[in-house]
């Protein structure tokens, strides 16, 4: 038997996994941000690159412009997602092991509780 509290816990963390699933799109693993700085005429700029290492292990960083532009702010928010699940994952994982050990050891429970009812 299966406590009503850890299904709940289940079914709020599969709604918070949907919910950010449909705030956009989620980064791929494997890429983060970074910041270049690019001297000229004396002046240096500040410019954010996504860095994004390949299949065949090869890195790419393309420029995604000056910091706090849209398409940089599109791609913290993105890797942003890709954490938030990556967290919800580990807590289903976690959840599910729980579960699976209380239907395991639910006997251990049911004998104990039988046995202290015969006194």
């Known amino acids: ?6 299904q709940a816990e289940r079914l709020r963390l ?3 996994e949907d919910a950010v699933r449909s705030r ?3 980064a791929p693993a494997k890429c983060w941000l970074a910041e ?10 500040t410019y954010i690159r996504l860095v994004m290492e390949k299949k065949n292990g090869k890195i790419s960083s393309p ?3 000056r910091p706090g532009n849209v398409r ?3 791609w ?3 890797i942003a997602r890709r954490e938030a699940l990556n967290e919800i994952n580990q807590q289903a994982t976690m959840l599910g092991e729980l579960i699976q050990r209380q239907e395991n050891r639910q006997e251990c429970i049911d004998k ?4 202290d009812s015969m006194e």
């Open 72 to 74: 940089h702010r599109e």
């Open 1 to 6: 038997m299966i406590s009503d509290h850890l």
């Open 36 to 45: 270049s700085h690019e001297t000229k005429n004396f002046k240096t700029y």
């Open 24 to 26: 956009g799109r989620v």
């Open 63 to 65: 420029s995604l412009g």
């Open 112 to 115: 104990a509780v039988r046995l």
């Open 76 to 78: 913290q928010a993105a």
């Open 14 to 16: 599969q709604q918070l």
